[in-house]
């Protein structure tokens, strides 16, 4: 059965700063991943999506993440932070189309000015 | 990408009684997923629903206290059965249209608060 494992349950950084938010997972076959963002008391917007393509994926807002198969990692990456990016991030894994999306515990960005 | 219509937005309802959420597609698709969100916390899969047969259930929730209907390829609808406060969460349905290349959608979300 696929996990995601985020590291940090909360995350701050200065506006301007890097901005790195780790997913690792676990499948036993190759996986689809996926970042989500969830703005307060709003529903969940896709950030972007790994489907056995590119292994550098880039999403909207400025955010990239990269597969790392030796690593099972997707890390979620945006150079600079903005005040607007505060909000409550979730990786996702499945293991092929149709079968259910399992998702991470969730990391909380704050953007500091 | 799927468009998913999903209601109420969110409701407040008194303990004991049922609420039935709705989700409807604008385009057939074989699984339909529902999840709930509680306060603060991640999403938990509670079922999954494929037209034509009964709902499959993760462990920790049963028929009885949700109750899934699937119709049809567009629609579904959760009943969360005989509500008490622990049942206030955010419940979301999700359809997947990766084979298409789309990935999966999300539903807008029901806010259900239990008083």
């Known amino acids: 059965a696929q996990s995601v494992t985020q590291l940090g349950s909360h995350v701050s950084v200065s506006e301007g700063a890097l901005v790195l938010l780790r997913c690792n997972y676990s499948s036993s076959v190759p996986p689809y991943l996926f970042w989500y963002v969830q703005y307060p008391n709003q529903g969940l917007q896709l950030l972007l999506k790994?489907?056995?393509?590119?292994?550098l994926v880039k999403g909207i807002n400025g955010f990239e993440a990269e597969f790392k198969k030796s690593e099972t990692s997707f890390h979620l990456t945006k150079p600079s932070a903005h005040m607007s990016d505060a909000a409550e991030y979730f990786c996702a894994v499945s293991d092929s189309g149709n079968t259910p999306l399992v998702f991470g515990k969730g990391t909380r960005l704050s953007v500091i000015a | 990408s799927a468009v998913i219509s999903q209601k109420p937005s969110r409701d407040i309802c008194q303990r004991g009684t049922s609420l039935t959420i709705q989700c409807q597609v604008d385009?057939?698709?074989?699984?339909m997923f529902w999840y709930r969100q509680q306060p603060g916390q991640s999403l938990t899969l509670i079922a999954t629903a494929n037209q034509g047969s009964e709902a499959t259930y993760e462990s920790g929730f049963v028929i009885d206290k949700f109750p899934i209907s699937r119709p049809n390829l567009t629609f579904s609808t959760l009943t969360v059965s005989n509500m008490s406060p622990e049942d206030s969460s955010i419940y979301l349905c999700s359809v997947d249209k990766a084979r298409e290349g789309h990935g999966y959608t999300f539903g807008s979300g029901t806010r259900l608060t239990v008083v």
């Open positions: 790994y489907t056995s393509a590119a292994t």
């Open positions: 385009s057939q698709v074989t699984m």
